[in-house]
């Protein structure tokens, strides 16, 4: 039994499937891959920088990422590198790994904890738990990347007026008066005009359709990085730091130092657990725009492999990038060949541009970064906090708080704690519902069987999904998969007759199915909704976003919107 179940789960990760199906979109492959490698390098440089470990180490964590996760990884389309909330997360590390009293970082202790956390990532992936990612409330993954967003912009106060970057956001906060009397003027010459063309550059693009082809951080590396030199401003250069001796040089390998296992193993298990959540909702967004299902297994193997690439290269901790896994579906990237391009690029780049990269100013970098922050916050969230249901908001806010405060995985496990103690009654009766969650079709279902004198429902494609007892993050996954075994159908209604309850988590899960499906051309419906709920969804904006006209609690008023549309 225990051995079938191994092979079950080898046969799970294996990368065959990857394999064979990169030849099935080379062209879009290839120009995706280009594309969206131009696009990571300014953010591979960015990360790199705030992890303390500098812009190269970042270069190579997309390298890693993009070769090992593409090829091992369980998301057709996922494309991985270093992350904001990753980045952040090692450079926390880094103030506890020093050499001796020269304060310089420990730069063996740091690819060694990113190498460990890759093979604690493979025993995960073999474990098969991976999926339990799915039952992550939604405020606890908004309020941590709001507090991502915070911990970004405030680190990079100091890179963005001219001056050296602190180690944390505590000590950006202690000296910030400092910061103010010391701020080189020089620097705001490049850091602002840097940061507006960000913002410019997406309503310029809707103007001159050419110019919305050329990613944004590129344009701002390249005009920062020319007034720095025409202007021969004094300020510090991303070369800086590549010339001092302390830092990684462009072609080294590093070692694991096994012999520390016990001093590093703290830190490698949050990067593992922060490795999982940052891919494997990078990879639910991917779900929901592609209509294909990834492997989490598969993907956690995938991920546990470019870290262990990454410690060994040099290279700062990888995740799946939910912005350059979107660009890449934009782009046409249907296969992993696109992130194996993207890495390949990137190879390319670190080996023939290593001067040019030394030119780029680390105010340039510190602009991107600002924008990187304010993008990173969750603003599905944020205009509807008054009106969420209470035990989300205490949710949000303590996981916000934590994050920025303390660390992002406490942040991550108190407010998982917070929510699971918020929702007993739920979670006690979660196992029994997640039983009863119906899809029939219409002839079989209650509603029909209570207004039998709509017989000519009787001769369309529809399927009736009728959730039970509270939709909240304990039993959305249930309810999804019910809905996974439907048959071909051309008009959902969605009965909510017996739902007692729902959440944060259980309202954006119906609301990613209704909008994925109507992309799809699939008319949905909602109907039987209780006034409480009713009041949530209309505070939340829920009935805004799917469609008034998709909503009604008379069953006639939604069968007589069927019937007029299939004539």
Not at 161 to 172: A, C, F, Q, S, T
Request: charged residues 15%; hydrophobic residues 50%; contains cysteine.
């Amino acid at each position: 039994m225990f051995l079938s179940l191994i092979i079950k789960q080898v046969h799970e990760i294996s990368p065959w499937s990857n394999i064979k199906s990169l030849n099935k979109n080379i062209r879009g492959d290839f120009l995706s891959g280009i594309t969206v490698a131009i696009i990571a390098l300014p953010l591979a440089l960015a990360f790199g920088e705030i992890s303390q470990l500098g812009p190269i180490a970042g270069i190579w964590g997309a390298i890693a990422g993009g070769i090992f996760g593409g090829l091992f990884g369980g998301c057709l389309v996922g494309v991985s590198g270093p992350t904001a909330p990753k980045a952040a997360q090692i450079s926390a590390f880094m103030g506890f790994f020093v050499i001796g009293t020269s304060n310089q970082p420990d730069l063996v202790a740091a690819f060694s904890i990113i190498f460990l956390s890759g093979l604690i990532l493979v025993a995960i992936s073999f474990l098969g738990i991976s999926r339990f990612i799915h039952f992550t409330p939604y405020p606890v993954v908004a309020g941590f990347m709001c507090g991502i967003g915070v911990i970004v912009i405030i680190t990079q106060v100091n890179a963005f007026v001219g001056l050296e970057v602190r180690k944390d956001i505590h000590d950006v906060i202690l000296n910030l008066d400092n910061t103010i009397q010391n701020i080189n003027i020089h620097a705001l010459y490049v850091s602002i005009p840097s940061l507006f063309i960000l913002f410019a550059w997406p309503q310029i693009g809707k103007k001159v359709e050419i110019l919305s082809k050329i990613p944004a951080p590129l344009i701002t590396l390249i005009v920062g990085t020319m007034m720095a030199y025409a202007m021969n401003l004094n300020i510090p250069y991303i070369g800086d730091k590549m010339d001092d001796s302390s830092v990684v040089n462009i072609f080294t390998l590093y070692v694991p130092d096994l012999n520390r296992t016990i001093e590093f193993i703290g830190p490698a298990f949050a990067l593992a657990a922060l490795a999982v959540l940052d891919s494997l909702l990078s990879c639910k967004v991917a779900d929901n725009m592609i209509g294909i299902r990834h492997s989490s297994d598969r993907e956690t193997f995938g991920q546990g492999m470019a870290n262990m690439a990454a410690g060994i290269l040099g290279g700062v901790t990888t995740a799946t990038a939910t912005m350059r896994t979107v660009a890449n579906i934009k782009f046409g990237g249907k296969t992993p060949l696109a992130s194996i391009v993207h890495g390949l690029v990137l190879f390319a780049i670190l080996s023939g541009l290593g001067d040019v990269v030394a030119k780029i100013p680390n105010a340039c970098l510190a602009a991107i970064l600002f924008k990187v922050g304010i993008d990173i916050m969750d603003y599905r969230i944020l205009p509807v906090l008054k009106k969420i249901p209470v035990i989300d908001l205490i949710v949000f806010v303590v996981v916000l708080f934590v994050t920025v405060y303390e660390d992002l995985m406490i942040a991550i496990a108190i407010g998982i704690v917070v929510a699971l103690l918020g929702n007993l009654n739920q979670i006690k009766h979660a196992f029994k519902w997640s039983k009863m969650h119906e899809l029939r079709p219409i002839l079989k279902s209650e509603i029909f069987q209570e207004n039998k004198d709509f017989t000519s429902l009787s001769k369309l494609s529809i399927n009736v999904l009728k959730p039970h007892g509270s939709v909240f993050f304990g039993s959305v996954e249930h309810l999804l998969k019910a809905y996974s075994n439907a048959d071909k159908h051309q008009t959902l209604i969605i009965d909510m007759g017996s739902v007692e309850m729902v959440d944060l988590t259980g309202i954006y899960a119906l609301e990613d199915l209704i909008k994925t499906l109507q992309k799809k051309n699939i008319e949905v419906y909602i109907t039987q909704i209780d006034s409480k709920i009713e009041n949530i969804f209309e505070g939340i904006g829920f009935l805004e976003t799917i469609g008034r006209d998709h909503f009604s609690n008379d069953l006639h008023t939604i069968f007589n919107a069927i019937a007029s549309r299939k004539d």
